[in-house]
């Protein structure tokens, strides 16, 4: 699929936002006053950022409020109606940490599990759609969690956890790498179940079913040079989890701060990849497999 940078950026900082929200609503990162503002701040802005990024990927951005009404049927409602919630239980919370009075734990709690909620509901937007093989298995909204409670760690200074986590992270970017690769082909689409010829026998594309571009072709289908995509895999496993935990392991807050760029450019290049290389079965209507 044609790699959004809008629907990039959405995907990478709001899960990096809500994982540190997470960890500082549990109170891994024990800050008060003046510190405690800037760091819910930084967690606020990533959050809010990336989702009000994700709204330059609608074609009509001014009826964004219309998706809350479809909770019952899209994750994309749900996930909206997660993330304002989210926002609103951990609030309480950074006020709390602000202004130096206490929140009950179990708020904190009920706070943090509705930033990881909000994370999973973005996953599932995506591997729910069974139309593109490659996101729909139980790897991609395990992927998503990973990358938010791997980055949330390094940017709440937990450089122990973080160092598993990642480490945990590249496990499963490597999983989701070799996994995807074969679910197409799995997934038992042809050009012969995508025209509904199959009946007939073998299907070969004799000509193109448009003259020109649509926004299926500009949307749908997206071809990454399989070298390409390769080089791409080592960068964001490396700059994503195996560097980052290098570092992590070392310790320091100037280091694990240095981690979370290094992190993000990782986090960037898979999220690019995950887009990327999502065959969409509807190429196979136009003969692009």
Known sequence: MHPAPSV?????????????????????????GTWAFIAWAIGYALAVG?????TAHLGNPQ????????????????EGWAA???????????????????????WRGLAAAMALVTVVC???????IKAVPRWHHWLTPVMFMAFSVAGGAL?????????????????????LFFIGDREFARAGASME????????????????????????LREMIFVVGRKHAQKLRVI?????????????????????LAAVLVHLTGAFVARWLFFAQAEHVVGLYYGKR
């Open 8 to 32: 990039i950026i959405f995907s990478v900082l709001s899960g990096l936002g809500f994982g540190f929200m997470a960890y500082l609503a549990l109170g891994f990162l024990p800050l008060v």
């Open 50 to 54: 990336g989702l009000v990024a994700s």
């Open 63 to 78: 009826r964004a409020l219309k998706a809350f009404t479809q909770w019952r049927s899209s994750w994309l409602s749900r």
């Open 84 to 106: 304002v919630l989210a926002l609103f239980a951990l609030a309480p919370v950074a006020l709390g940490d602000w202004m130096g009075f206490g929140i009950p734990f179990v």
């Open 122 to 128: 973005t996953a599932m937007i995506y591997t729910q």
């Open 155 to 175: 940017l709440a200074m937990q450089a122990t956890l973080a160092f598993v986590l990642l480490l945990a992270l590249a496990v499963v970017m490597m999983a």
């Open 193 to 216: 179940t995508a025209t509904g010829l199959g009946r007939i026998g073998e299907v070969a594309v004799f000509e193109q079913p448009h003259t020109g571009d649509n926004y299926l």
């Open 236 to 256: 964001a496993v490396l700059f994503a989890a195996v560097l980052p935990a290098l570092m992590a392991a070392v310790g320091g807050v100037a280091l694990m």
